[in-house]
């Protein structure tokens, strides 16, 4: 059986991914890593772990460990740096290696990649969109990831200059780590947007699509969850015969029957997606709507997907897909 470690399992993004391979049939945990609960037995994190998990170590003797595959839920400058070992697949949840230039990390991302010339090892993987090229596999970012579902198999079908993104996510898409904006006090009963157009998704989304779009991230007063809204300048239903093309035997995304529209409520708790298509009456306009959980899809979700299929395996094993949520 293969076996798999985590760096930074203590983050959310580290903890759903824990969380997933406690229920994968394939993968074998050997190593959990965290610079703030190194020597704490794994029910540290959580009361409800059992003493069959292996005890947090430091995140560097969790990626000397052997694991046949890695997962990196660290900060995106500390994944950076990191030196991937050689025979081991590595998927990287950070932005660290989502954009293949160097040279735009300093305006980005707030710091010069320190390996500037391993970039190109990297593969960015959307499953949906590419397979991943192991063993370097780099995990889209949430955003990123809901924006591309909805809007990479109709590129070529849209306007360019009229694309626009107006996407909201739960206080969770922030990490752990405190911080003023995530304070009960300014989440609760509270939508704000930030990082109005200079948000590090911006490039990563233009990477793939080959165009610029207009992208506003909004802070929503929930744990979990993301919905993206795409405006664009198309025919709404070349899109939708486009995406049914796309998505037509996905267990993972699923394109909503005409007039549906896609829920938070729905997809939070799962690795799962959902798409609708819709025209605007008044102006013509093609909308485009998906639906993700940050932290499933949007993270560790596809990042057991993206190591699923780096290790052969069957694409879905570990996920949160099928069930009825109330």
Known sequence: MPTAAILGAAGYAGQETLDRLLAHPALELVALGSESLAGEPAAALDVRLNGHLPAFVPNEEALAAGADVVFVCLGHEEAAALAPPAGTIVVDLSGAHRLADAALYPTW????????????????????????????????????????????????????????????????????????????????????????????????????????????????????????????????????????????GSDVVRLLPDGAAPELARVQGTDAAEIGVFSDRATGKAIVVCALDNLGKGAAGQAVQNANLALGLDETAGLRLLGVLV
């Open 109 to 248: 991302y707030g710091f010069e990649h320190p390996r500037p010339d391993e970039l190109a090892r990297w593969s960015y993987s959307v499953p949906e969109l590419g397979q991943p090229e192991p063993p370097l596999v780099s995990n889209p970012g949430c955003y990123a990831t809901a924006a591309l579902l909805a809007l990479a198999p109709i590129a070529d079908l849209l306007e360019p200059g009229s694309v626009v993104i107006d996407a909201k996510s739960g206080v969770s898409g922030a990490g752990r780590s405190l911080k003023a904006s995530s304070h009960a006090g300014f989440v609760l009963e509270n939508v704000s947007p930030y990082r109005v157009g200079s948000h590090q998704h911006a490039p990563e989304i233009a990477e793939v699509l080959g165009f610029p779009v207009c992208f506003v991230p909004h802070l929503l007063p929930v744990r979990r969850g993301l919905l993206a809204t795409c405006y664009a300048h198309a025919d709404a239903l070349r899109l939708r015969e486009r995406l049914d093309e796309a998505y037509t």
